[in-house]
Every structure is written in structure tokens, then in C-alpha cells.
T-cell receptor, first 113, second 113 residues
């Protein structure tokens, strides 16, 4: 079983749709969860960072964490063509010397006019 | 807004040659990382660096790889004798603490011929 599983897509939605992106994980040591957006051949750009189970909202983005089910989600409201990118979930456990991120494979999203 | 920078953006080298990839992390960050992403694959952790020493490394980070923080601002990744399979995007990241977000640079695309 992979440590982090993410549906690779591609996911195509019309402009204005609500998008739901999901990851599951198997390692219960993961405590911090992130969502990154990556445009083609660019670096990952941090969108959301969460620790607790529950929801965290930032503008059109909502991150949801369910540690009991080992499941995280990112919701994008009122999706725009500029949201077209690959979305990466990433997670880490606590470690004093620095924390390696374990990434999902990424979900490719296309928002169409 | 402070950001992680990386040079060069693209490096082409012959197999067996040494390459040095350079990064300037965000200035008040203390934790530094290198990741790589082979085309079409997920982002993979290589190494974390804190307090002038490696704190964790992956199986990928073998004796051909080394990292250094030669001064107060730069963080470098050296590959001593490049192989074809080293061709990838290499991302530098930094963070303030092991419990905070990691911010990524734009990446260096390494092509080994």
C-alpha cells in the first residue's frame, strides 16, 4: 500500500464549479498536511497548511482533514480557468531536525470556460 | 514577499560530469531541503539540512550526492558523477521550523545526456 494515494485525474470541470480533490494516507504518524499547486514545469506553490482534524478556509479554498479516516480534501469554490494546474497533497510527521514531505502523485485539474 | 530562488533554471550536462545546483532559501529560515521530480512522476524527498548538517536523507541520496551551506545565504546540491537517471527537476525548499510550512523554489531542470 502506498503511503499517500491521490487520484491522478485528469479532472475537467466548467468554470464556476466546486472542485473536490482528495488524498488518503496509511501512515498514522503524519500530523501536518499541505496542499500545493504546481503549474507545468514550475515549483510547487503552497496553498493550504493544516494540522488539526476539521476544516480550514482561505478565500475560495477549504482544506479538510479527517485523521480518523486518514483522509484529506481540498475544495475549490467558484473555480476559474487560472486554477487549471496540478494539485499536490503533501504530509509530514514531527521530527526535530526537519520534516520530509511525502507527496501524492498530484491531480491534474482543468477548468474550462 | 520573500521567496526561494534557484540557479540555474536549466542545466545540461554530459553523463559522468559534476553539477552543482544552487539555492538561496528565505532569509530567516533554518531548515533546508532538496526534492526532485522526474518528468511525469511525483515529487520525492532527497535530503533535509539543519544546523549545518544533514538531518535526514532518502535512499536516492547516495554517495554521489552532497549538500553544503557554504555561507549564510546559499544552499547547494552537488552531484559528483551524473547519470542519465539523474535527469529531473530539482527543487529546493526552506522552512522556519520543523512544524511550519515548506516553501519551494522554481526548480532547476537537469538534463543529463
Amino acid at each position: 500500500q502506498k503511503e499517500v494515494e491521490q487520484d491522478p485525474g485528469p479532472l475537467s470541470v466548467p468554470e464556476g464549479a466546486i472542485v473536490s480533490l482528495n488524498c488518503t494516507y496509511s501512515n498514522s504518524a503524519f500530523q501536518y498536511f499541505m496542499w500545493y499547486r504546481q503549474y507545468s514545469r514550475k515549483g510547487p506553490e503552497l496553498l493550504m497548511y493544516t494540522y488539526s482534524s476539521g476544516n480550514k478556509e482561505d478565500g475560495r479554498f477549504t482544506a479538510q482533514v479527517d485523521k480518523s479516516s486518514k483522509y484529506i480534501s481540498l475544495f475549490i469554490r467558484d473555480s476559474q480557468p487560472s486554477d487549471s494546474a496540478t494539485y499536490l497533497c503533501a504530509m509530514t510527521r514531527t521530527r526535530e531536525g526537519g520534516n520530509k514531505l511525502t507527496f501524492g502523485t498530484g491531480t491534474q485539474l482543468k477548468v474550462e470556460l | 514577499e520573500p521567496e526561494v530562488t534557484q540557479t540555474p533554471s536549466h542545466q545540461v550536462t554530459q553523463m559522468g560530469q559534476e553539477v552543482i545546483l544552487r539555492c538561496v532559501p528565505i532569509s530567516n529560515h533554518l531548515y533546508f531541503y532538496w526534492y526532485r521530480q522526474i518528468l511525469g512522476q511525483k515529487v520525492e524527498f532527497l535530503v533535509s539540512f539543519y544546523n549545518n548538517e544533514i538531518s535526514e536523507k532518502s535512499e536516492i541520496f547516495d554517495d554521489q550526492f552532497s549538500v553544503e551551506r557554504p555561507d549564510g545565504s546559499n544552499f547547494t546540491l552537488k552531484i559528483r558523477s551524473t547519470k542519465l537517471e539523474d535527469s529531473a527537476m530539482y527543487f529546493c525548499a526552506s522552512g522556519r521550523s520543523p512544524y511550519n510550512e515548506q516553501f519551494f523554489g522554481p526548480g532547476t531542470r537537469l538534463t543529463v545526456l
